[in-house]
C-alpha cells in the first residue's frame, strides 16, 4: 500500500513533537505548567493524536508535573492539556490568530458556547499548531457547523473542534461519537460557573439618601455616593 504525503507529514510532524518532549524529560527544563487547583478536568479524544488530558488529576501526575485548564468567571481560559503525541496544548495563547475570532478560548456564559482558540506549544514541521474551538461565521459555507459547548447542569463539555489534518476533530464526550460505552470520556467543569451572582462594577452604583436622618437616626454622616 502507498503511503501518501500527508501521512509522511504527520509522522515526522509526531517524531518532532516526541524528540522535544524527551528534550524536556532529560534535561529538565521547566514545562509550560499550570497549578492543580484548576476548575477543567477530564479526557478528550482525536482519532489522530488520541488522548488529550486536561488536569494532572486525571493521572495523578500532580506530584511531578502539575497541570491544568481553569475558567475564570468572565469565561476567559488559562492553563494547559497534555497530549502524548504532541505535548502541551495552551488555551490562552497569544496572536496573531490565523483567523476570526481574535481570541483565545473562550466561554460564553449565556448561551454555553465555547469559542476562540487553542494552540499546540511544540508545533513545528509546517503546522502552525492551532486548534480552533467553534465555527465563525466568516469562515463560510464550505465549513461544516461544528463548536464546542458546555451544559450549564453538570458541567459537561459537548461538541468537536477542529485541529486542522495534523490533530484532526477533537471530539469533548463520548456522547459526540457515541461511544460510551466503549469509553466513558468526556471534559467537564464546575456548574458554578454559570451561577455567579451579578456584579456591579465600582462606581456604578450610587445610593443619595434624601437627608442624613434616613441613616437610622444617625445625622453626623454625610450621604454615601
Given amino acids: 500500500m502507498a503511503i501518501r504525503p500527508a501521512q509522511i507529514k504527520r509522522f515526522v510532524f509526531v517524531v518532532m513533537c516526541s524528540l522535544i518532549i524527551a528534550i524536556f524529560a532529560v534535561f529538565g527544563l521547566s514545562s509550560p505548567a499550570q497549578a492543580s487547583h484548576t476548575n477543567v478536568s477530564g479526557w478528550a479524544w482525536s482519532e489522530t493524536i488520541g488522548w ?3 488536569n494532572c488529576t486525571n493521572t ?8 491544568g485548564v481553569n475558567i475564570d468567571q468572565q469565561g476567559n481560559f488559562v492553563g494547559y492539556a497534555w497530549s502524548d503525541n504532541i505535548g502541551w496544548i495552551q488555551f490562552n495563547p497569544v496572536g496573531p490568530y490565523p483567523s476570526q475570532p481574535n481570541t483565545s478560548a473562550k466561554l460564553n456564559v ?7 482558540w487553542a494552540r499546540a506549544v511544540a508545533s513545528s514541521g509546517g503546522w502552525d499548531g492551532w486548534i480552533k474551538l467553534r465555527k465563525h461565521g466568516s469562515d463560510g459555507g464550505g465549513v461544516p ?8 447542569a453538570t458541567g459537561e463539555f459537548l461538541g468537536f473542534a477542529w485541529g486542522s489534518t ?4 477533537v471530539s469533548f464526550n463520548c456522547q459526540d461519537t457515541g461511544s460510551c460505552v466503549q469509553s466513558n470520556y468526556k471534559v467537564v467543569t464546575s456548574p458554578s460557573l454559570f451561577n455567579q451572582p451579578p456584579s456591579t462594577p465600582p462606581g456604578s452604583l450610587q445610593i443619595t439618601p434624601s437627608n442624613s436622618a434616613d441613616y437610622c437616626g444617625i445625622t453626623a454622616f454625610p450621604p454615601v455616593r
Fill in 145 to 152: 457547523d461544528y463548536g464546542v459547548s458546555v451544559n450549564p
Fill in 166 to 169: 495534523v490533530v484532526g476533530w
Fill in 60 to 67: 495523578g501526575t500532580c506530584g511531578s508535573v502539575d497541570y
Fill in 110 to 116: 449565556g448561551n454555553n458556547e465555547v469559542s476562540g
Fill in 52 to 54: 488529550i488530558s486536561f
